[in-house]
């Protein structure tokens, strides 16, 4: 049972470039996350999905698009990177009913240059 | 709109004595608030939660956490701290009324020095 499942692990793009990070839960979850990670900036949602079909802005959409393919998956794609969007992200995902947490990969560490 | 203050960037603590982590929040309804863990180069782990009752709520390694909302705060605490416990500590909040947004704070280094 591998949980919320993230590729790429590491990423480096030159500015302009454009790459599609992949999440894959297999918890059947319905909710599914993208955050951003940086030193002092703790972590920032990005987009989010809270059922198939559906996708939501969070704090720091710009610069970002995201598909909720099915209900296992969710991609969020940079179209043309920026040095600004060098980061560790996240992909978080939540079951549907009750009021529980978030279940989180294990991080993609994108660097722009 | 939702937010989460997690005031002090680092705290340091000897080992065997207790730690708190603080966290203050403001939602427009009723919180779920959480904390999680992350070691390094690791995603985050949940610690605990609270969702309604008991204000003081226990969680995983020995970790409990206080709601007061009077305060607006969830602090996390730890009666002994252990070396192990060095990590970064994220406080969370989603509000009770539907959406499904979780917000995070900017996290606090917990040094344990032994």
């Known amino acids: 049972n591998a949980g919320v499942t993230q590729t790429p692990k590491f990423q480096v793009l030159k500015t302009g470039q454009s790459m599609t990070l992949q999440c894959a839960q297999d918890m059947n979850h319905n909710s599914m996350y993208w955050y951003r990670q940086d030193p002092g900036m703790g972590l920032r949602l990005i987009y989010y999905s809270a059922s198939e079909g559906t996708t939501d802005k969070g704090e720091v959409p710009n610069g970002y698009n995201v598909s909720r393919l099915n209900k296992r998956e969710f991609s969020l794609r940079l179209e043309s990177a920026a040095p600004s969007q060098t980061s560790v992200y996240f992909c978080a995902s939540y079951p549907l009913g009750g009021p529980g947490e978030l279940f989180f990969g294990e991080g993609s560490r994108l660097t722009v240059l | 709109a939702q937010s989460v203050a997690q005031p002090e960037d680092q705290v340091n603590v000897a080992e065997g004595n207790p730690l708190t982590v603080k966290c203050t929040y403001s939602?427009?309804?009723?919180?779920?608030l959480f904390w999680y863990v992350q070691y390094p180069n690791r995603g985050l782990q949940f610690l605990l939660k609270?969702?309604?009752?008991?204000?003081l709520v226990k969680g995983s390694y020995g970790f409990e956490a206080e709601f007061n909302k009077s305060q607006t705060s969830f602090h996390l605490k730890k009666p002994s701290a252990l070396v192990s416990d060095s990590a970064l500590y994220f406080c969370?909040?989603?509000?009770?009324?539907?959406?499904?947004?979780?917000?995070f704070g900017t996290g606090t280094r917990l040094k344990v020095l032994a």
């Open positions: 969370a909040v989603r509000e009770a009324s539907g959406t499904y947004k979780y917000i």
């Open positions: 939602v427009s309804g009723n919180p779920y």
């Open positions: 609270y969702i309604t009752g008991d204000n």
